[in-house]
């Protein structure tokens, strides 16, 4: 079943969800994902023997995601700011493992154990990301706080402990080129369902499998 996903996913793709999007779009894409890689690095201090959360990751889940969609939803339902919107919390769904809690303030009671650190960031690293985004969006470039708002409400809706209901179909914001509506709850839908789907096992590498060769390497 493994190699079956595995083959389907490697298919080649006459129509991306990328194609379509103008420059602009594209460049914004490349600063989000730069500072996305830069915390994504991070999740090696808490999570050193973990399946992996970078930004490769993130490119799969991509990739997946042009799968997923028919052509006629890339070229007609989706419009070229949504699928801007969706590939930007596909590049910072998971920064939330890269960020210390304690940076946030809005956290209590965050366990000082590393064990149970490393379990309160994973439980709670959507709302982390969505934080960290709505916070510090001027760092990936982002153009306003409207933007990062709804960019920050699709992080939060990749966990499956998140409501998708709780999103509302539609979500408006003003743009130059005038006023639309975001189907909000579909993108939440589509980078949630992607996301549980890079389930390769290649997101750990087979010597981490090797668990009475590793060494106890705590982070300090």
């Not at 080649?12 to 594209?26: A, E, F, G, V």
């Not at 052509?71 to 596909?90: D, F, G, M, Q, V």
């Amino acid at each position: 079943m493994e190699k079956i996903l595995t083959n389907i996913f490697r298919l080649p793709l006459h129509y991306t969800i990328q194609t379509c999007l103008p420059t602009s779009y594209k460049n914004k894409l490349k600063n989000i994902k730069r500072h996305a890689s830069f915390i994504l690095r991070n999740s090696i201090k808490f999570f050193e023997y973990y399946v992996d959360h970078d930004i490769e990751h993130a490119e799969r889940v991509i990739h997946i995601i042009n799968q997923l969609l028919t052509e006629e939803i890339k070229r007609k339902r989706l419009k070229p700011y949504e699928i801007y919107l969706l590939l930007a919390a596909t590049y910072c769904h998971d920064i939330g493992m890269g960020i210390n809690p304690e940076e946030l303030v809005v956290f209590h009671n965050i366990p000082k154990k590393l064990e149970d650190l490393r379990a309160f960031i994973r439980k709670n690293h959507p709302i982390s990301g969505a934080l960290y985004i709505r916070k510090n969006f001027k760092r990936f470039n982002i153009e306003s706080y409207p933007e990062a708002e709804i960019i920050s409400k699709i992080v939060e809706a990749h966990s499956r402990s998140f409501g998708i209901n709780k999103l509302p179909e539609r979500w408006p914001i003003t743009l130059k080129s005038g006023n639309i509506q975001i189907q909000l709850r579909f993108l939440g839908a589509i980078l949630r369902l992607a996301d549980s789907m890079d389930i390769a096992y290649g997101r750990v590498p087979i010597e981490h499998f090797r668990w009475k060769d590793i060494a106890r390497k705590e982070p300090k």
